[in-house]
Nanobody, 116 residues
Framework: QVQLVESGGGLVQAGGSLRLSCAAS????????MGWYRQTPGKQRDMVAV???????NYADSVKGRFTISRDDAKNTVYLEMNSLKPDDTAIYSC??????????WGQGTQVPVSS
């Protein structure tokens, strides 16, 4: 079992910055990769950024150059640094961990409203 707890969401103005954190606990050794996804009402949940256990990163085209995913292994925490935020970035952001045996864990989600 892996538990994920997100923090750092909140209202931000367009052009501003925000950093999300996702702290993992439990069976940390079972985590293969971690990432951030986002969802708006009526739409599917989309990948924003993923970082593998070896440190390779993958970003959605819409956030490349503006968002940065990183991790602190000593704290079992993954971060999403979001810069130059746009109203289109408004969503509920959820932390995900891909585990061994094709399992997955999700955080509770944190809201990020971006005002114009």
């Amino acid at each position: 079992q892996v538990q994920l707890v997100e923090s750092g969401g909140g209202l931000v103005q367009a052009g501003g910055s925000l950093r999300l954190s996702c702290a993992a606990s439990g069976n940390i050794l079972s985590i293969n990769s971690m990432g951030w996804y986002r969802q708006t009402p009526g739409k599917q949940r989309d990948m924003v950024a993923v970082i593998s256990s070896r440190g390779s990163r993958n970003y959605a085209d819409s956030v490349k150059g503006r968002f940065t995913i990183s991790r602190d292994d000593a704290k079992n925490t993954v971060y999403l640094e979001m810069n130059s935020l746009k109203p289109d970035d408004t969503a509920i952001y959820s932390c995900n961990a891909q585990l061994s045996w094709a399992r997955a864990a999700w955080g509770q989600g944190t809201q990020v409203p971006v005002s114009s």
